[in-house]
């Protein structure tokens, strides 16, 4: 067994050589001769009639093979509600939507000919906010709101308003909660848009070919989603479309959703179906695409003096933008969690998904968990400053526990919850909490420390599944074809670890399929939700066992023996009882040539299917059901060093305990773990949309538009605990996002420490702090 390498083991990603070498392929990487290209005319307000759109000039224009605008085959998209057309018709409802699409011999042509396109927009109202969208008799974005079709049966539009969900969480009862409460604190807060700037922008080919099959190469985290939604709005048999994945340069939930591809398509057939490409610029990426929700809410929580919390009571308003995409599901996320990772025996939660004139939104790492931890995050050390009481014992004291309730009435176990406390007592220990939360050093500076707890299942739906195909080489090395896509966290590396231990094997001796082709590889829901080790290794652990019984059972007809007295490992079938005694892989996975050159079975080949069980949607009145299959915590500590006198700050410290349940790659996760904390200070310290009063975005560069650089970043203290879950694979939890979860929250609170003020609004930058400290009065000294 030296020589086996599975779980627990830091191994080098499949595909790192082909990534460091440069030889590593996207979608945008493969230039075919003979492709078109297709560019977008954007609207120039945020909300307008269409009154005329003039292309005859840019049909004439050089190299143009068509122009089109939304009266072309004309639909309504949409995952949740069908509220969206792939470019708009009769109106424009945010700056940037695309309402022409130009098919060009080159990507310069398509580009002149935009500028020959004339619109003519008769501006409407705008709504530029949330508290504007909600405003009675406020200006409605979609006035035939109830007249869309429903994607999904638990989505709840609001006629006659701008709302496109509600989700309510109705847990105990709330008037005895306060009346258990002798002290109570309330708060609101603020998150803007933002963006998730991934290095790879959106882009997608398609082509349709005589027989009438759709090939679509995109970079996309839902491969299956992209076919199933195109065969259904366009009335195209499903076998007959054919998505391509390879490697995605970054993905944050921004390429779960589907955009690009409609255009291509479209553009293609505009053209007889030859091969068109459509690649955003990053200006489009950011502007044109989804992107973050923003948020308001509004927090009251009520306690005992020794800092039991008894009630909560929470408004959530999400800014979902033009159309609800997966606004509403992200709605949903943050009402069925509301509590944060706490025992809260009465919760009364409304989370509502507003309408307004910004970008539409989409999925993005966390699923709206660092919004409403934020939030809550917030509420905690308000809570503990009321009560004088240590931030971090309060939480302690309040850590959700195996047998209590979640707000949506999930019962705990140590399996679906593992072990805030001990996370706690990590974290403690790491951060040096007891030395003190705020220190004034010699210099004057004042160093001071923030935390956080977050907690995370998915909102997958309640039937999502995943496929594995297992193939055996003749040398006995096995071949991984899985659906799940490759978007930079090493998964497929992990589903070849789990697989090498199930099999007791050499995970080099595992030869992984990075690219995903739905016409060959397994369905994959989607790759999202930190679900994809659960979801995916488990069909990895079920191929495993039907390869193990197919060789088991071909190896018992050589050997003599019954199946149950074998074993597999090392790539040999052995008998238990004597190790030396063995067949080889290599000997059996095409079948066995007896001595005489009889021929038995075949070629030996695997598959397991994993579905979702024991996943519910939650009552309309109550929020009661089960949202996922369990939950991972955490907690997290900031250290900064704050300049009072030029209100300026350093991070210097980001310490995060996760329970993993398992560590399968421990260098890999560490680095997933970073990845996560990196985008929390970006939201935390500088990244936002800034629309101006015609709600026209104003950062859409990055020179405008800023994320976190290389030399900011703080010291990264990583440590995991591991309390299985045991439906997980080898009893692994999934953390791809929650890095991300409580750093916005544990900053928040480390500056509001350190400069004595309250800090609520995200980003908090300098020239806030300022302003906050100085009534921005400016002092020449």
Not at 682 to 696: M, P
Request: hydrophobic share 40%.
């Amino acid at each position: 067994m030296s020589n086996t390498i599975g779980i627990g083991i830091s191994v080098p990603r499949k595909e790192s050589f082909d990534k460091v070498t440069g030889k590593a392929r996207y979608t945008d990487d493969t230039l075919i001769p003979g492709t078109l290209h297709a560019k977008m005319l954007t609207s120039s307000y945020a909300h307008a009639k269409i009154k005329s759109i003039d292309i005859s000039a840019a049909k004439k224009s050089p190299g143009v093979q068509a122009v089109i605008t939304g009266d072309y085959f004309p639909t309504l998209c949409g995952t949740v509600l069908e509220d969206r057309p792939p470019i708009a018709r009769e109106k424009v409802r945010y700056n940037g939507e695309p309402v022409a699409v130009v098919i060009a011999n080159s990507e310069q042509e398509a580009m002149k000919a935009l500028k020959l396109i004339d619109v003519e927009y008769e501006p409407l109202p705008i709504v530029n906010s949330i508290s504007d969208a909600l405003k009675p008799n406020a200006n409605l974005i979609h006035e035939n709101l109830g007249q869309y079709k429903h994607a999904v049966q638990d989505v709840h539009p609001e006629e006659n308003t701008n709302i496109s969900d509600r989700v309510k969480i109705r847990k105990g009862d709330t008037a005895k909660g306060w009346e258990e409460s002798e002290v109570i604190v309330e708060g609101s807060f603020s998150l803007p848009q933002s963006d998730h700037i991934a290095m790879e922008t959106r882009n997608a080919r398609a082509q349709i070919m005589p027989d009438g099959r759709v090939i679509i190469h995109t970079s996309s985290q839902g491969p299956y989603s992209v076919k199933k939604l195109i065969s259904k709005y366009y009335n195209i048999p499903e076998g007959n479309i054919i998505v391509k994945v390879p490697f995605v340069g970054g993905g944050f939930g921004g390429k779960a959703a589907m955009q690009p591809e409609l255009i291509a398509y479209l553009a293609s057939k505009a053209v007889n179906g030859k091969l068109v490409k459509i690649a955003n610029s990053r200006e489009e990426d950011i502007k044109t695409s989804p992107c973050k929700i923003g948020i308001e809410a509004n927090l009251k929580i009520g306690a005992t003096r020794d800092g039991v919390i008894k009630v909560l009571e929470a408004r959530y308003m999400v800014d979902g933008g033009a159309y609800a995409d997966i606004g509403p599901r992200m709605t949903k996320a943050i009402a069925v969690e509301c509590s944060g990772p706490y025992n809260i025996e009465n919760i009364w939660c409304d989370s509502i998904c507003v309408y307004t004139n910004h970008t539409y939104v989409t999925s993005y790492r966390g699923f709206g968990h660092a919004e409403y931890t934020f939030c809550m995050e917030r509420m905690m050390d308000k809570l503990a400053a009321e009560l004088d009481m240590d931030p971090l014992e309060l939480r302690a004291k309040n850590a959700i526990k195996p047998g209590q309730y979640t707000p949506t009435q999930v019962k705990t176990t140590i399996s679906n919850i593992g072990k805030l406390e001990d996370c706690l007592a990590k974290v403690k220990e790491l951060s040096k909490w007891d030395e003190g939360q705020v220190i004034k050093t010699e210099e004057g500076m004042i160093k001071a420390k923030g935390i956080g707890c977050f907690w995370k299942t998915s909102n997958s739906p309640a039937d999502a599944v995943s496929g594995v195909f297992l193939t055996f080489n003749t040398d006995g090395s096995i071949n991984l074809n899985s659906g799940a896509v490759e978007i930079g966290p090493g998964t497929k590396t992990t589903l070849a670890q789990i697989l090498a231990e199930k099999l007791k094997m050499d995970v080099s001796r595992i030869h992984v399929m990075m690219g995903v082709d739905t016409q060959v590889s397994p369905e994959h829901w989607k790759t999202v939700a930190s679900m994809t080790t659960f979801m995916a290794g488990r069909a990895v652990l079920r191929a495993a066992e039907d390869l193990i019984k197919q060789l088991k059972s071909l190896a018992a007809v050589i050997m003599k023996s019954p199946p149950e007295e074998l074993e597999v490992e090392e790539e040999k079938v052995y008998l238990k009882q004597d190790p030396e005694i063995y067949v080889s892989f290599k000997d059996l996975v095409r079948g066995y040539k007896r001595p005489n050159g009889l021929a038995v079975e075949g070629q030996i080949l695997g598959r397991g299917s994993f579905i979702m069980s024991h996943i519910t949607d939650i009552d309309e009145a109550t929020g009661k059901g089960k949202p996922g299959p369990a939950w991972t915590v955490g907690a997290q500590v900031v250290e900064i060093e704050y300049d009072s006198t030029n209100f300026t700050y350093r991070l210097l410290k980001a310490i995060t305990v996760i329970d993993a349940g398992k560590v399968i790659n421990p260098k890999t996760s560490r680095g997933l773990i970073m990845g996560g904390i990196n985008m929390g200070f970006g939201l935390a310290t500088r990244e936002t949309f800034a629309y101006d009063d015609d709600a026209r975005l104003q950062t859409t560069t990055l020179r405008t538009y800023k994320p976190m650089r290389f030399g900011e970043n703080p010291e990264y203290i990583i440590e995991f605990i591991e309390t299985p879950q045991i439906d997980a694979p080898f009893g692994a939890r999934g953390f791809a996002e929650h890095g991300i979860i409580a750093i916005p929250a544990a900053f928040a609170n480390a500056i509001s420490h350190a400069a004595d003020h309250e800090f609520d609004k995200l980003p908090i930058t300098p020239e806030i702090i300022w302003k906050a400290k100085t009534g921005g009065k400016y002092d020449t000294l």
